[in-house]
């Protein structure tokens, strides 16, 4: 039963991941202000942040879309 949950989850986890948008480190560091806002978000310290790649990792883009949506609405809804 327990492999079961484990992989569920990880299944519910990777479909989320699949149906994000992917979105640039440059992005995301100038929507939220700045890699230290990133990092304090998710825990981590702002060299974390910077060592990743220019694409944001799927995970993290999709705990950032969860704890912070305002950073993900298009310029438009922004505005409004």
């Known amino acids: 039963l327990l492999n079961f949950i484990r992989s569920q989850t990880g299944l519910r986890i990777r479909l989320a991941c699949d149906t994000l948008d992917t979105m ?3 992005e995301l560091i100038a ?4 890699a230290a806002k ?7 310290t702002r060299q ?7 694409e944001v990792p799927p995970l993290r ?6 704890k912070k949506p305002r950073w993900f609405r298009k ?6």
């Open 38 to 44: 990133v990092a304090a978000v998710l825990g981590l």
């Open 31 to 34: 929507r939220a202000g700045s």
């Open 75 to 80: 310029q438009k809804d922004a505005k409004a």
């Open 48 to 54: 974390a942040v910077s060592a990743w790649p220019e």
């Open 24 to 26: 640039t480190k440059t």
């Open 61 to 66: 883009l999709y705990q950032l879309r969860d």
